[in-house]
């Protein structure tokens, strides 16, 4: 709708749009925040009739919220007059991506105490993998992972599983934008072996990295079921540990420790607190 052409709100239409939703909340909030949860399930960019066919809210009510939220930064306005996710949600996000980081180091800390080696959580930034929380192995030996540290998918158990349910048209199109450099010799460099990979990891319910990031190094890795934001816990140690003895062991108690934290990061959104092991 053009600016000369738009109207202001009735005083029934301004109460609506502030009127408690059926949760206990502002409506209008709770609309604002589910387009822009849309636009992010969209790639980051749509249209006001793509919205409006998505919500099922009247184009109205769409302009008058992504105008609000284009004036606070949280969105802006592409010159062929499609909407993007702005820049003010990249401060959000790196402060929850600490936040997060900060709420799973007690899991995290119960896997480095079970099994003896270093316990990761990772999630997906864009076309990279990025390490937000870490807890060290007691033993000597360090892994390449660092907290910050970004690495590209297709050469970790990580990047495996947080792509495995990823269609497969999108997956090929992250690796054509990012390549499938060879880390180690036993690197996944094809698109078609990749995706072989992830149909494993599927089957499986884990993923691996086996000396594919790093020679000698050994990574298992499942998701965070329902997590807010799509994340991984993962331990990693020297092959000569991690072994597929090892593994067996390891497995059921990823899953496990990774439905604890989901549990505990739903009760946290749910404002009743969640509290580390």
């Given at each position: 709708m053009p600016p000369s052409a738009e109207r202001k709100?009735?005083?029934?239409?301004?109460?609506?749009?502030?009127?408690?939703?059926?949760?206990?909340g502002v409506q209008s909030l709770e609309r604002a925040f589910d387009l822009l949860e849309r636009m992010a399930d969209a790639g980051g960019e749509v249209?006001?009739?793509?919205?409006?066919?998505?919500?099922?809210?009247?184009?109205?009510?769409?302009?008058?919220?992504?105008?609000?939220?284009?004036?606070?930064?949280?969105v802006r306005q592409q010159p062929n007059r499609r909407?993007?996710?702005?820049?003010?949600?990249?401060?959000?996000?790196?402060?929850?991506?600490?936040?997060?980081?900060?709420w799973a180091r007690p899991y995290l800390a119960r896997l480095v105490e079970e099994t003896g080696e270093?316990?990761?959580?990772?999630m997906l930034d864009g076309d990279e993998i990025v390490?937000?929380?870490?807890?060290?192995s007691r033993h000597s030996m360090?892994?390449?992972?660092?907290?910050?540290?970004?690495?590209?998918?297709?050469?970790?158990?990580?990047?495996?599983?947080?792509?495995?349910h990823t269609p497969e048209d999108q997956v090929r199109a992250l690796l054509g934008r990012t390549g499938m450099p060879a880390a180690t010799e036993k690197t996944i460099t094809t698109p078609e072996g990749f995706l072989e990979a992830l149909g494993h990891v599927r089957e499986a319910g884990y993923a691996t990295d086996d000396n594919e990031q790093e020679i000698g190094v050994r990574c298992i890795a499942v998701t965070v079921p329902d997590s807010p934001t799509s994340a991984a816990i993962s331990i990693s140690?020297?092959?000569?540990?991690?072994?597929?003895?090892a593994t067996d062991k390891f497995v059921p108690l990823l899953h496990e420790v990774a439905a604890d934290l989901s549990a505990a990061l739903?009760?946290?959104?749910?404002g009743t607190g969640g509290n580390g092991q």
């Open positions: 709100p009735t005083t029934s239409a301004a109460q609506a749009a502030t009127a408690p939703a059926a949760s206990g249209g006001l009739s793509e919205l409006s066919t998505a919500s099922g809210l009247p184009l109205p009510t769409i302009h008058r919220l992504m105008r609000t939220l284009v004036s606070c930064g949280y909407y993007a996710l702005g820049p003010r949600l990249i401060r959000l996000g790196e402060s929850a991506s600490r936040l997060l980081g900060t270093t316990a990761n959580m990772a390490y937000v929380a870490q807890v060290p360090r892994m390449f992972t660092e907290v910050g540290r970004r690495v590209l998918p297709h050469s970790t158990g990580v990047g495996k599983v947080l792509l495995a140690g020297p092959a000569g540990r991690v072994t597929d003895a739903a009760s946290s959104g749910n």
